[in-house]
């Protein structure tokens, strides 16, 4: 049974950064394109960043665009999102999420398996 295990979430002062890590288990995260997404308490949950099964295409929201990196690390089944410069409205729960399609992009339906999420809170 495929199984995303998000970690790395925490506290964090606006301006600071955080890497969030998400383990694939059960099966090989090479087939998979992968996403984030987060959802602020009461909010919808929103799309942040994707990349490609290959791992040559990234894409991100544009509240992100420019402070977030996703990243994968096939050998590690493992895919990374770095975040910079955070500020006080990224304060959110993080999901990891798989898709079996070549790319997902920043549509939730489109990914098959999601993880429980990880807090992530910035301080002003």
């Known amino acids: 049974q495929v199984q995303l295990v998000e970690s790395g979430g925490g506290l964090v002062q606006a301006g600071g950064s955080l890497r969030l890590s998400c383990v694939l288990s059960?099966?090989?995260?090479?087939?998979?394109?992968m996403g984030w997404f987060r959802q602020a308490q009461g909010k919808e949950r929103e799309f942040v960043a994707s990349?490609?099964?290959?791992?040559?295409?990234?894409y991100y929201a544009n509240s992100v665009k420019g402070r977030f990196t996703i990243s994968r690390d096939d050998a590690k089944n493992t895919v990374y999102l770095q975040m910079n410069s955070l500020k006080y409205e990224d304060t959110a729960v993080y999901y990891c999420a798989a898709s079996l399609r070549s790319y997902a992009g920043s549509i939730g339906f489109a990914y098959d398996r999601w993880g429980q999420g990880t807090q992530v809170t910035v301080s002003s």
């Open positions: 059960g099966r090989t995260v090479s087939n998979y394109a």
């Open positions: 990349i490609s099964r290959s791992g040559d295409s990234t």
